[in-house]
């Protein structure tokens, strides 16, 4: 007998047929004398909904009490599906009882529509499993120390997955999902993709970060933190399917390197073109500007990825960063009204269509020449590469996003991602 | 300056148009300087919608737990609602916060889907108003002592209205709804029914108790308990309209009768088909009957409305009562499965197809007669009473549920109700 997490995302509780699959699932697994907590996302297409009403009401960029009444209207679309699958619980013949992030408590800080989570108190949730209840729990979302519902960002529920898992020592999470693990890159660009049984934190993390959808990025996060052993697969199984065959199947994100495990240089390509790139050209090459700059960028809560400071010349030097798309047109505004005015720079220029493709490998570490391979295969491609970033375990390039495709499947196939692991 | 409370149904949150038109009219109000608090109802559909999805869920009759679920699900109709007005709100520019009822907090009673209303922490919605915001509170709902999310039953929006018009003492309770006041009876059945200017509470009780839909009965109580003058009134007036204009439309429940006032006899006709009959045959007539049996009844959380005893005759009698046809089946199995076995009594039988149609009037305190002449006229159309209550203020009778329309147009013309107030 374990704690078990299970997670299940929109499409997975898309309509009643389905939620009663989830449920019959979930009972399987409690009554092989598991544990069961399991936190489903809304109902596929009820976010959108919720938020489309939202943008009819308030066309406009919302300000921060805007926020907090998309996190309230938005919340409601994973208490609804919460409910909905304790009932479909308890009409499988399970004990089963649903709960909201404020009532667990899941504790976030007051970044409202991205809040980070920052405890939860599982007494409440221990003790009805403790009497043999299956505990639902409301994903994607907590409540800050006033009191007010606060939402984790798109994806979120995977996260609270986790960090419920984490709080309670889980044996496993397992994120049920439309995709039936991680795959060395996206089917849909690569056809030759192919899945991976195992891929260890870091590499998830890093795929994850560069804008692989199978898991939110803070939610690998989370599981490396507290060392959550995580499962990615399909909840598109039959529900009856034999529970050791189900435990074995998808992708594992392990921790642990085995040591006698020939590691593939390169497990995955990941690629990104929710990004946008900002230029400050002809900024003043003194101390303190990168913080002037990307202080200025923080304080407004915009996330930066890719940062490349270009060499100086003339006492003057061009300074580029990416942003999230979504940012892009409040961070280039923030830039020309406030940093511009006192930064003595000359101008800020920014482009939407890029795109960031990275190669990611553990096996990076003890191999050489890894990123200079990838630089030759962009350039047989006649691809430019417009900045790059780099780190211990994977390499991306920023180029015009309408080479995405092409880099990706010139890179699956030059790191012999279409054959078979060893 | 006064403080206003503003409740909205369903119908006039139906739509973001509708939604956006009740912005506007609640910044009239607030910049005519006045503190205004808010409770929408969920947008029309949403409840019948969410309470659908956990029919196909779990068919069969709820257990306790499942109403829990229930009101984790349809709690988040007008927490929606509440979020989007808002949002309306501060797209009209003004400063706007929503509040679940936990967070205000509307503190309950736990019997889940119709619990009754404790308390109310106003603290932090007249710190809200200080600071010039809106204040916009979901009706319907509210949170147990266990911090378990409660709702207060069909049309409890309105008795959230008037309870935190009550805990806050303001001026008005003005109820917007889709009509545009109280009428004499319901026009779809009489279309000569008069919309009243002022009707007494006691009157207003009564017509809620006995089926007008204008209002729910518990928030007439609430009103009546803590003084609240009471308005209601019709959403569907241009938003626009002076705001003198409005605040003197609809029907104003008044508290205090007005001596000089020419009361009419009766006020209104009220019916509902809403009820079923049970009656326990061969019931041994000796004391605590009626208790053994209504108090089972009670003890199953079943309203009983109507009760009669008959005579005895052998040392055995007949006892009849009605329940929300809901309840009636429960009510059925519970007094053949529980209460005859104990009670020594014959039989248990259940009619299903009754209505209750009901006279009400101040003026029937200094009239006498009045009674009377409802059974002449109910005799004269030839229909059969099945059973009679009365009150200071109104008779009620139950008659096979065919008559209804029938019944109601003969009473509202036989007490000159067609004809304008003197």
Known sequence: ????????????????????????????????????????????????????????????????????????????????????????????????????????????????????????????????????????????????????????????????????????????????????????????VEPDARRLTTVSFEEMLEMASLGSKVLQIRSVEFAGKYKVPLRVLSSFTPWDIDINEEAKSGTLITFEEDENMEQAVVSGIAFNRDEAKISVL????????????????????????????NLSKDGKTDFSFTVHRNEFAKAVDLLKDKVLPTLGAAEVVGDARICKVSIVGIGMRSHVGVAAKMFRVLSEEGINIQMISTSEIKTSVVIDEKYMELAVRALHKAFDLDQPAA
């Open 282 to 309: 002809g900024v003043p090459d003194k101390p303190g500007i990168a913080y002037h700059i990307l202080g200025a960028v923080a304080d407004a809560n915009i996330e930066v990825d890719v940062i490349i400071q």
């Open 1 to 188: 007998m374990a704690l078990i997490v299970h997670k299940y995302g929109g499409t997975s509780m898309g309509s009643t047929e389905r939620i009663k699959n989830v449920a019959k699932r979930v009972a399987k697994w409690a009554r092989a004398g598991h544990q069961m907590v399991v936190v489903p996302s809304a109902m596929s297409g009820e976010t959108n909904r919720l938020l489309g009403l939202a943008k009819e009401l308030s066309p406009s960029k919302p300000a921060d009490a805007t926020n907090r009444e998309l996190d309230m209207l938005a919340s409601t679309g994973e208490q609804a599906s919460s409910a909905l699958l304790a009932i479909a619980l308890q009409a499988e013949g399970m004990e089963a009882v649903s709960y909201a992030g404020w009532q667990v408590s899941v504790r976030t800080d007051s970044s409202y529509t991205k809040a980070r989570i920052e405890s939860i108190d599982d007494a409440r949730v221990r003790a009805d499993l403790e009497a043999g209840r299956v505990v639902v729990i409301t994903g994607f979302q907590g409540v800050d120390d006033e009191g007010n519902i606060t939402t984790l960002g798109r994806g979120g529920s995977d996260t609270s997955a986790v960090a419920i898992a984490a709080a309670m020592k889980a044996h496993e999470c397992l994120i049920y999902t439309d995709v039936d693990g991680v795959y060395t890159t996206d089917p849909r």
